[in-house]
């Protein structure tokens, strides 16, 4: 069975964010970087496919300048097979222009399984799995819990408020991953040095038309600081006009 | 990656009241504070070189991407499955059911992800089934679990200390036997040392071994505070046990080294019969809870079967194989507990507002971040001054292992060995203490909430005080550098660290930081004076010189710390200049903010001292036992 997942290197949502000087993304500097967390269950979950049937292959893919390459070794050394960098240095906003990319290196590879993670967790825009899926004409089941593989059939759960929903297709399909099937397992040193001798191709990204721009970013106004507008009965009056003006909350 | 939501929030107290919990320790603020990555990568990288390793033989197929990657696998490792239990090794600490010792669940599925990670094996020969890994490397590994959790990270400590031992001088049977499950985390390992009445002083220790006609032996006696010495997490446990052969010359020359299995084993290797080595009972401690701590018994209701390793009467001095490598690995839990303190309190005094400035006469004014006030900042100036310096002390000692292993001279591989000789006294000390008043300032810092158990502070305060105490206590390290270390082979040790530390000086001599090597030298005279005098001391009235050991261990710290600060301040000055941006430059200029500190603050401390040492000080000496 052959199996690709698609990877995105995002930054550690943890970290502290500032927007960049050209206001239309963040600063790079002294961020972490590592797999978008969904991205990562989908390789775990890719790999033990592989690992239950004894065979197959996956193929990790990531479209992005050369540190990507970074993200795509930690998938290796996790245990994946090869991987495709599809380079392209700047940033990209726009899903449809990335699926289409993923779509030109995948639609001949003979796939019988694509697996994205449900949004990358630092752009959350939960498309490029479904507009992929579509671009190769491929069934897809999005945001799974559960997922199984047998006999040239998907079967897939999907959670739903309070209930779940049982999903099938054949394959080949795409599906996007949710949390809670797996977790990424921590690389292991045999795996991070085996890592290094797999193969990793880089090849240009075909990105597809630009459909949308990026406008503006800005974080959220800062909260004015608390005001003290007096002492004792003195300051009630005040404290009153304003909460019946300013704060409207009278 | 890491995401908040496995963050567990500290369990609710019992009572009326749920506690009130300021803005400035929310949930965010108990993300597991782990060593720093910066800090952790300035030290293995910029101070250490830890990627000219790779150009050794020995570790030719790493790359600093490679030693990235484990550092990410051991860091992910840490706060997913360590940090996550933490508390909870405190509160539901071992216990005893059915006979057996029962740890808290999150101890196993840590202890296996270490396994499987490749961490117990990580530096040891590729034949063996090692990684090959730069010691270097694979301490700040463990440094991180340490950080989260040392009493989990013990169990993985306690395995490869024993395993290490087998593979350094058991033989090719022992090693096959023994090795492989050990280092996949099927089998655990303890080293037994101390009895009832055989603790500081092993030279009187009575576990007794008797032949038997196939060549075994049967373990008879009883062994108290083994760490680890019975659980679950693995399927068999190996210890490593101290006794007499019967018939064995009195003193440390009678001493044999054995393994003992919990489970004896089949011809294929598969588990056996239950051997004769029987838990007695559990040590409830103070902190450093989740490492259960028992009393075993050898042979007492069946018998024990032992396998002696190497030549009958060498065990302590393959024991000291072993215990060296703990020692260092005492520094290193202390470094991980005095990391993670550091690193709570500076994000409670970011964010906790408290006060005015002293010239700020406005009470209409907005209180400030109490980092703003000066005695906070030297609170956390202090503890940081001490955690990185016992980072860099740690890190000494973990590059000097590979030096002895992999230095291309001979003369290189001698040095470090000489070196190393002379800084575990230190490197097992110092931590101990620096870090607990690093521990102790954050408690300060952040008030009555670092004192509270609902917040991690005071865990670390107890878990941390153990480092005192365990692998030979800070009086024992005393005694061995006075009365070993630094007087042996005509202080030759001694003599190569201080070669050592001029080389730094020597390169600090051009730089905007010669005023500090300037004062480092002073000190350095002053030390080596002193050590000369103590030397002829330690000839002539052993007792006397001995009495002032402690002292003598004080000094010490405070210069090779000096020295550790004077080789990071010159590295960070130089990287301040070439920072990319604000954040950057902030973080070097803590770095040498820290190093001024202890210059100004802490070395000048050895004066007193080396006054006290320079007159051989006689008062505790001649304090009689019948004044106490």
């Given amino acids: 069975m052959k199996l690709a997942v698609c990877i995105k290197r995002v930054p550690d949502m943890e970290g502290r964010f500032k927007i960049a000087a050209s206001g239309t993304g963040i600063d790079e500097a002294g961020l972490k970087y590592d797999m978008s967390d969904f991205d990562g269950y989908a390789a775990e979950v890719a790999i033990q496919i592989t690992e239950k049937l004894g065979a197959g292959e996956v193929t990790v893919i990531s479209l992005g300048p050369d540190v990507v390459q970074e993200t795509l070794r930690k998938a290796l050394s996790m245990g994946a097979h090869r991987a495709v960098q599809l380079k392209h240095d700047a940033p990209v906003s726009d899903g449809l222009a990335v699926a289409t990319a993923l779509a030109a290196e995948l639609k001949d590879g003979g796939y019988d399984l694509i697996l994205c993670g449900r949004m990358a967790v630092d752009t959350q825009n939960r498309s490029t799995g479904i507009f992929l899926a579509e671009l ?84 959220p106004a800062e909260r004015a600081a608390g005001r003290i507008v007096g002492e004792g009965k003195d300051a009630v009056p005040e404290l009153v006009r304003l909460l019946k003006e300013e704060a409207k909350v009278l | 990656m890491s995401t908040l939501s496995r963050i567990p929030l500290p369990p609710a107290a019992g009572g009326l009241f749920a506690p009130y919990v300021p803005a400035s320790l929310t949930h965010r603020d108990l993300v597991p504070n782990l060593i720093d990555s910066r800090t952790l990568a300035f030290q293995l990288y910029d101070v250490f070189d830890a990627g000219a390793l790779c150009q050794r033989p020995r570790f030719s197929d790493y790359s600093r991407e490679a030693f990235d990657a484990v550092l990410s696998s051991a860091r992910g490792i840490a706060a997913d499955l360590y940090a996550t239990h933490q508390k909870l090794n ?212 069946a018998p024990c079967v032992a396998y002696l390793v190497g030549e009958p009467h060498k065990g302590l001095t393959y024991m000291f194989h072993m215990m060296n490598e703990a020692r260092i690995a005492v520094g290193r839990a202390a470094t991980g507990m005095g990391h993670t303190a550091y690193n709570h309190a500076v994000a409670y005094a970011r964010t906790r507002r408290q006060g005015r400035l002293p010239s700020n006469k406005d009470p209409l004014s907005p209180p400030v971040s109490i980092i703003e006030h000066a005695d906070v900042r030297r609170m956390l100036l202090e503890a940081l001054a001490n955690v990185d310096g016992a980072l860099a002390l740690i890190l000494e000692c973990g590059r000097l292992l590979d030096d002895e292993q992999t230095a291309p001279s001979a003369a290189d591989r001698q040095q470090a060995s000489a070196l190393l000789e002379v800084l575990t006294p230190l490197a097992k000390t110092f931590p101990a203490l620096g870090c607990q008043t690093a521990i102790s300032n954050a408690m300060q810092v952040m008030g009555g909430y670092g004192y509270a158990r609902e917040y991690p502070i005071e865990q670390l305060y107890r878990d941390n005080r153990l480092n005192q105490i365990h692998e030979g206590t800070n009086g024992i390290q005393a005694l061995d550098l006075l009365g070993r270390k630094v007087v042996q082979q005509g202080g030759a040790s001694f003599k190569a660290l201080m070669a050592r530390i001029r080389t730094t000086l020597a390169a600090a001599a051009e730089t905007p930081l010669a005023p500090y090597a300037g004062q480092l030298e002073t000190a350095l005279g002053q030390w080596a004076e002193c050590t000369r005098v103590l030397g002829i001391a330690m000839a002539t009235d052993p007792n006397l010189a001995l009495a002032n050991a402690n002292v003598y261990m004080d000094v010490s710290n405070r210069v090779v710390i000096a020295w550790v600060w004077l080789r990071m301040g010159l590295t960070a000055d130089g990287r301040r200049r070439t920072a990319v941006n604000e954040e950057e430059r902030d973080f070097f200029e803590g770095k040498l903010a820290a190093m001024r500190y202890w210059f100004a603050f802490e070395l000048p401390r050895i004066g007193p001292d080396i006054a006290l040492l320079s007159r051989l000080e006689a008062t505790t000496l001649e304090a009689n036992p019948a004044w106490f």
Wanted: aromatic residues 6%; hydrophobic residues 45%.
């Fill in chain 2, 90 to 301: 405190d509160t539901d600490e071992p216990s005893v059911v059915n006979g057996n010792v029962v740890l808290n669940p999150g101890v196993k599925p840590a202890y296996d992800a270490t396994a499987e990670a490749g961490l117990l094996a990580a530096s040891q020969d590729a034949e063996l089934g090692g990684m090959q890994l730069p010691h270097l490397i694979s301490i700040a590994a463990y440094a991180l679990l340490d950080s989260a959790n040392a009493a989990t990270a013990s169990y993985s400590l306690l395995t490869v200390g024993a395993a290490n031992l087998i593979a350094a001088f058991g033989s090719q049977e022992q090693k096959d036997t023994w090795l492989p499950p050990m280092f996949a985390g099927k089998f655990g390992g303890t080293m037994a040392l101390t009895e009832p009445d055989a603790g500081s002083s092993l030279a009187d220790l009575r576990c007794s071994a008797a032949p038997q006609p196939d060549g075994t032996y049967h373990m008879g006696g009883t062994k108290i505070w083994i760490s680890g010495g019975d659980h679950e997490l693995t399927q068999n446990i190996v210890h490593l046990v101290l006794a007499r052969i019967e018939g064995a010359p009195p003193g440390t020359k009678g001493i044999s080294l054995f393994i003992v299995p919990k489970f004896l084993l089949n011809a294929d290797g598969t588990l056996g019969a239950r051997n004769g080595v029987v838990l007695g009972g559990l040590i409830h401690k103070m902190g450093w809870r989740g490492t259960c701590s028992t009393l075993l018994n050898f042979g007492e209701t």
């Fill in chain 1, 136 to 219: 190769l004409g491929l069934p897809v089941i999005s945001a799974i819990s559960q997922l199984n593989v047998e006999g040239g059939v998907v079967k897939a759960r999907r959670e739903l408020e309070g209930a779940y929903e049982l999903i099938e297709c054949p394959l080949p399909a795409v599906v996007t991953i949710d949390e809670g099937i797996a977790r990424a397992r921590y690389p292991s040193l045999k795996g991070i040095m085996a890592a290094k001798k797999k193969p990793l191709e880089v090849k240009p990204a075909h990105l597809g038309a630009i459909t949308y721009q990026l406008e503006k970013m800005e974080l």
